[in-house]
């Protein structure tokens, strides 16, 4: 009796101290994940010369890695890290840890060449941040897919080997991308596993990301063996032509979907690939990684990549309008009460082309929101003006970045609004002509929603027409949700860099001749 009265407190402590220790263990254990993120689409055909670092540290000289991993563009369910943040939270054991990263260059996907020291610069900034955080159990790269740097063929495969190298053989390595990305199986050589939107425009980034955190938890904890297989069917297409709202483009999608939903742990990716970069690795690629099951990865990219080569022809063989053929229907479409109409500029990256603004004028069309027309020049003088809204407005705009942008055009009217808007220090929404309005921008901008288009005076239900910049993100705010009653996506009148016609253009290193349409039939697969 004395001895069970005398070891009763001692065994509780005992018990309270395992406790204790439990926890501390548990809390020692985190699976560490470190996020990158190095994105962007680069258009080595744009005017205005190579992106150096200072045009990728306009908001900072770099995305600090807290900021990183809680960063929300506005957008939740268009970002992947925002998904693979969300995802990790699932999981008690999981410690997300940002890793010092670029933010976004200045002028987006309107931007040519990185050079050479901007990408050793910022590499240098992610290695230095990772390495003072090792060691880590996983690392999640957002990218994009089609970045083009100066000297270096295949930057994503890049940073994925220098990460390697790095973190050593047995940390995995998963990436997101966009669908428009360029790549091969040189990435698969350095990364475990790459996971690409399946819709374009992409309402699945957040879920991508979301993927790429729970294929990593898997593997480290030795649920998922990595075994990945890829296939680059010969075939390259515009962005324009890579909407996934139509055939075949969303078979192949849908195909790609399949296969996951018909075979456990199977991630089939493809890449469309993206025109505007001169690199080795343009065009179609697919990216298949099983569960331990080299055969069956095998078996998937051999059928996807079969499928996008029979459905080929159908993929890029479309027609869409030049500028006056597509504002003569946009006149038939108003008389019509089908309004409002969007006009899609698809192949003017610059930002700045004039063609379709030309024909509204010469064509007198009235009620236009015209979103949005790139001028730097115009907005300096404005600036150095001190505009305000009701000043005045008499100048040429746009048309300045070559022949393919067409001619400056003279626009007369009044300052609605100047001032700070989508990131830009100004912009400037200028009324002219019969309720009609220009904003402009200084650089290439995008106008994915119609709410974007509400600020100052400006109300989008009080305009007819619509001429946005945009090939195919339009159609989530313009299309998908049925706004527009009238959708034209326009052509230019040229063979030039941002058209359909790529054989126009002077690759020196993506090999177009070897790539369907432009093969000349002596390519078979």
């Known amino acids: 009796m004395s001895f069970r009265t005398t070891s009763t407190p001692i065994l509780t402590l005992l018990f309270i101290i395992s406790i204790l220790f439990i926890g501390c263990e548990k809390e020692t254990k985190k699976i560490r994940f470190a996020v990158i993120k190095y994105q962007q689409e680069t258009c080595t055909f744009c005017p205005g010369g190579d992106a150096g670092i200072k045009d990728w540290t306009t908001n900072g000289p770099y995305l600090k890695g807290e900021k990183l991993v809680n960063y929300n563009n506005g957008e939740p369910n268009s970002n992947y890290i925002a998904g693979f943040v969300h995802e990790t939270k699932v999981y008690k054991d999981v410690e997300v840890i940002g890793i010092n990263s670029p933010d976004f260059v200045f002028g987006g996907s309107s931007r040519s060449w990185n050079t050479r020291e901007s990408f050793e610069y910022f590499m240098e900034i992610i290695l230095d941040d990772l390495k003072s955080k090792l060691p880590v159990d996983g690392v999640y790269l957002a990218l994009h897919g089609a970045m083009a740097v100066r000297e270096i063929p295949r930057p994503e495969a890049e940073i994925a080997k220098r990460v390697r190298e790095l973190v050593g053989p047995n940390v995995p390595i998963a990436a997101s991308f966009d669908l428009h990305g360029n790549e091969d199986k040189e990435f698969l050589d350095w990364a475990d596993a790459a996971f690409v939107t399946k819709r374009f425009p992409h309402y699945d980034a957040f879920l991508q990301g979301e993927r790429s955190a729970n294929f990593l938890y898997r593997t480290v904890n030795g649920l998922y063996k990595p075994t990945s297989s890829s296939r680059k069917p010969p075939v390259v297409t515009g962005t324009v032509l890579q909407w996934t709202g139509k055939s075949p483009v969303m078979d192949i999608m849908e195909r790609a979907r399949r296969w996951e939903a018909r075979n456990k742990d199977a991630f089939v990716s493809v890449f469309y690939g993206f025109p505007w970069s001169d690199v080795p690795d343009i065009g179609a690629t697919v990216h298949v990684t099983t569960n331990n099951n080299q055969k069956l990865a095998d078996s998937i990219a051999d059928d996807m990549a079969d499928y996008i080569w029979r459905v080929r022809k159908d993929f890029v063989d479309q027609d869409f309008p030049l500028p006056k053929e597509a504002v003569s229907k946009t006149k038939k479409a108003i008389s019509k009460n089908e309004t409002p109409v969007v006009l899609g500029d698809y192949s003017d990256r610059p930002g700045d082309a004039t063609w379709i603004l030309k024909e509204l004028i010469d064509q007198k069309v009235d009620n236009i929101l015209y979103a949005a027309l790139r001028d730097e020049r115009a907005l300096e003088a ?101 706004y527009a009653k009238t959708i034209f996506v326009v052509d230019a009148p040229g063979d030039w860099f941002g058209t359909i016609r790529l054989d126009a253009l002077d690759y020196k290193y993506g090999p177009i001749n070897q790539l369907y349409p432009f093969d000349k039939g002596t390519v078979e697969y």
């Open 382 to 482: 404005l600036k150095n003006k001190g505009a305000k809204p009701g000043d005045s407005f008499d100048r040429h705009v746009g048309g300045f970045t070559g022949e393919q942008a067409g001619e400056s055009i003279k626009i007369k009217g009044e300052v609605l609004f100047f001032g700070p808007k989508w990131g830009y220090e100004n912009i400037a929404a200028i009324g002219f002509g019969n309720n009609n309005v220009l904003i402009i921008t200084p650089t290439y901008k995008q106008i994915i929603v119609p709410e974007a288009l509400e600020f100052g005076p400006i109300d989008p239900k009080n305009y007819d027409v619509f001429v946005v910049k945009s090939r195919v993100h339009f159609r989530r705010g313009f299309d998908e949700t049925g």
